[in-house]
Every structure is written in structure tokens, then in C-alpha cells.
């Protein structure tokens, strides 16, 4: 049977939003327990690649606050403001994508 996103290879229903919430603050490196059969859980692999990361902050804030501070001739605040709202919308997507792109396996045992 082929894993859809945030589903428990065990008993195949869908994991919380809540605790695939963690991996956006703490990071892959450690694994949660399904909500319903209570079994460990670890991802696949990483959602979204570290390495893209960096340049996903890069192009998110200091690009827009360079256009708008240069290229627009805005002020300091509202560059700045207009591109914390650009960092804004695009962690908006990145948890989007980490969410769609959540797939577990059953954790080894150590």
C-alpha cells in the first residue's frame, strides 16, 4: 500500500497537524508517535532539503528589502516591513510544503 503524506504506516490514518508541527521548530532528527495506535514513528527523509534553507531566507527577505530599499527608493522601515512580509508568506509555503511532503516510517529500534 503506497504511504500518503502525514499517514501512519501502521494503522494508516492521518498523523495531527499539531505533532508534525514539531518538525518545523525542531528539526527531522528525532521521531513522534502516531496519535491514534501510539506506535514510533520517524520520517523518510528530510521534507524540505536542508541545504535549500539558507537561499529559501536569502531570497525570501534580503532580495525584496533590497528592491524595495533601492530599487523603489522606500524608506528603511517599510523596506523592511515589506520584506518581513515577504519572510512571512514564504514560511507560510515552506510549512505547507513540509507538511505535503511529511512521510513516516516505523522508527527503529535501537
Known sequence: MELKARG????????SIKTCSKYL???TAYTVRCDHCNT???LVK??????????????S????????LVV???GLAKSLSYAALFGLFSVIIISILTFKRSYFKIADKI
Not at 501512519?8 to 498523523?15: A, D, L, T
Not at 527577505?61 to 524595495?68: D, M, Q, R, S, W
Open 8 to 15: 501512519c504506516p501502521h494503522c494508516h490514518r492521518s498523523i
Open 61 to 68: 527577505t534580503v532580495i525584496p528589502a533590497e528592491y524595495f
Open 46 to 59: 528530510e521534507p524540505v532539503p536542508f541545504k535549500w534553507c539558507p537561499f529559501a531566507g536569502f531570497a
Open 40 to 42: 514510533e514513528l520517524a
Open 25 to 27: 521548530l525542531r528539526g
Open 72 to 74: 523603489q527608493k522606500l
